[in-house]
């Protein structure tokens, strides 16, 4: 087992995301944010006590990365979506490309502001 970070799940959440297919954005006037897969699904796909990734995500929270919403679940703040779209030009770039496809990347890339 992987020692679990914030980055560590953010990895995970993209993974799972491409694995299963699925990336939910939700583009608001002057942001994008991007759902985060559950906590247990989380949990499962790291193999580790779903207990063991909530205090990450409070870490997430205070750091301004996630946000949580009554019946909707965890979503990126607009810091959170740079990380995340970050992490998936960086290491995922042809997986996302091929999912979402080239050009509506490109166009979330260029709508998320840098830090």
Known sequence: MAALSIDVLIDAAIRIQLAERSISITFAQDSIRIKFPTTRRLAEFLEVPHYYVLPYFAMMEQEELVTRAERVGILTTAKGSRKMIDVMKEKYLQE???LIGKP????IIKKIPSQ
């Open 96 to 98: 996302t490309e091929d």
């Open 104 to 107: 509506v990347f490109q166009e």
